[in-house]
DNA sequence: CTTGCTGCAAACAGTTTGCAGAACT
DNA sequence: AGTTCTGCAAACTGTTTGCAGCAAG
């Protein structure tokens, strides 16, 4: 699975005519090894650990060709700071967020997506992507 | 419904020890007069057209005491501002968001709403709040 | 008179950009 | 060699904060 992923770079790097570096490389190989919701900070630090020379704005940069290759999306919390997660192929997973400890819980249901989908055709809507967050306290959080 | 929320305000800063203020007053009157999803930066400029003195700091101070007296609601959408948006009583609704024009779709989804709650239960979690944002083009920029 | 509120400007945080040198092809 | 990519630092953008003066209670 992270073969996939760093072979769909490369055929999207090789379609783009960009060029094979030692730090898209290594940051890709620290993206795919993350947690899901990275912040762009969280993994630049990671990654200046074992290679300092490593600049944030190279991050930065990657991260956004990551999503132009269809290998991440950006997402926003209320933590101002812009986060990625993975695309897993086809499927795409909404969060519980809590406010209480900052855990994020995924899930994906069918039925809602369908919904949405309804919804868009009602409004003659083209639907390309979508955002579900719900916010509250967790199991543990709630006491 | 503005006079509501006016008394709403007014009632929440009263309880807080607020006091209350011509600045307060004029950009709740602002607020309450936009359309929906303004920005801080929008609020301001169009308030400060007629009243020349007031300065950004106080209309980001202005929009927290919003949402925390209940009358608005903080949403991050792809632009980097923070907008508000009005809550109406109970009711809560969600955005198709055109990402051609930047139109805002607004909708409303009982049933949605019902399986985020059974979601919410089936992992222990007790539900603030939530988000629900569907990106795509509107029936104008499909084409 | 006391204390909170405001406007201003400076400070901040996250992100983007310009540029000279390094690295890929 | 030619061109893209990188690291650095400076620039930017949206937002927050410190503070002296102003105003509400």
Redesign the pocket.
């Known amino acids: 699975m992270i073969l996939e992923k760093k072979k769909a770079f490369s055929t999207f790097a090789v379609s783009k005519?960009?060029?094979?570096?030692?730090?898209?490389d290594i940051i890709l190989d620290f993206f795919l090894s993350t947690h899901q919701h990275v912040?762009?900070?969280e993994l630049y630090l990671k990654i200046k650990a074992t290679h300092p020379?490593?600049?944030?704005?190279?991050v930065?940069?990657?991260l956004?060709l990551f999503v132009e290759a269809g290998l991440a999306r950006e997402i926003l919390l209320h933590d101002?700071?812009?986060r990625y997660e993975h695309i897993m192929a086809g499927e795409h997973h909404d969060h519980l967020v809590c406010t209480g400890c900052n855990a994020i819980i995924e899930f994906e249901d069918e039925t809602i997506e369908k919904l949405q989908n309804e919804i868009a055709t009602r409004h003659g809507f083209m639907i390309r992507s979508h955002k579900l967050e719900i916010y509250g306290l967790c199991v543990n959080c709630r006491k």
């Open positions: 005519g960009l060029r094979s570096t030692r730090q898209r912040s762009v900070e020379g490593i600049g944030n704005a190279t930065y940069r990657t956004k101002g700071q812009t």
